[in-house]
Every structure is written in structure tokens, then in C-alpha cells.
């Protein structure tokens, strides 16, 4: 079981940086797969990117170049450094969690509540 809370949303002016943090805690959260979703009005939760246990990251091509994902075991908390924001990354970003590693929401058991991006223009 991992409990999940996400912190560091905001408004943000195009071109500006976040950074997403999700707190987790589970005993074994070491072992399990990372990932970020979001989700834009009216639109279906898509995938953003997504860390194994061991460190390997993908991305999402919409992002690829301007966000990075990572870990810290020790600190049970996953990031989502975002630059070069855009208009179009305005969505609630949501951290997931499995002992899988996919690009699939349905693959993942355990989500946050989520954190509002804004990104004007």
C-alpha cells in the first residue's frame, strides 16, 4: 500500500518552471514504479513520464526535452521538474504508483489527489 500526496502546483507564465513533488509513504515504495499523469479540462488523463524503481525515466513526446522526472528513495518522494512551460501543459498533474512500470493509467493502483498547473500566456 502507498499514500500519495502532490505538492508544488501553481500559476505560472509561459516559458516559466514548476516543480512537482509527490510525497509517498509505504514500506515499500523503493520497489515500485513512479509515473506523472495529467489531466486538461475536458480531456482524458494522458501520461506524462515515469521512473522505475532502478531509475530509468520515458517521457511522454509532448514533453520530452522539458521536464524531468525523479526519485528520491530516500526521501519517499518523486519529482517533476518542468520548464519551458506552455499554454497547453495547463492541466491537474496527478502522481501514480505500481509495481509495474507503464504508460497506462490503468496499471497503476495508487494515485494522489493531484495539483492544479496553470500556465498563462
Known amino acids: 500500500q502507498v499514500q500519495l500526496v502532490e505538492s508544488g502546483g501553481g500559476l505560472v507564465q509561459a516559458g516559466g518552471s514548476l516543480r512537482l513533488s509527490c510525497a509517498a509513504s509505504?514500506?515499500?515504495?523503493?520497489?515500485?514504479?513512479m509515473a506523472w499523469f495529467r489531466q486538461a479540462p475536458g480531456k482524458e488523463r494522458e501520461f506524462v513520464a515515469t521512473?522505475?524503481?532502478?531509475?530509468?525515466?520515458t517521457y511522454a513526446d509532448s514533453v520530452k526535452g522539458r521536464f524531468t522526472i525523479s526519485r528520491d528513495n530516500v526521501k519517499n518522494t518523486v519529482y517533476l521538474q518542468m520548464s519551458s512551460l506552455k499554454a497547453e501543459d495547463t492541466a491537474v498533474y496527478f502522481c501514480?504508483?505500481?509495481?509495474?512500470?507503464?504508460?497506462?493509467?490503468?496499471?497503476?493502483?495508487?494515485w494522489g489527489q493531484g495539483t492544479q498547473v496553470t500556465v498563462s500566456s
Open positions: 501514480a504508483a505500481d509495481s509495474t512500470n507503464s504508460r497506462l493509467a490503468k496499471a497503476y493502483g495508487f
Open positions: 521512473i522505475s524503481w532502478i531509475g530509468v525515466t
Open positions: 509505504g514500506r515499500t515504495f523503493s520497489t515500485y514504479a
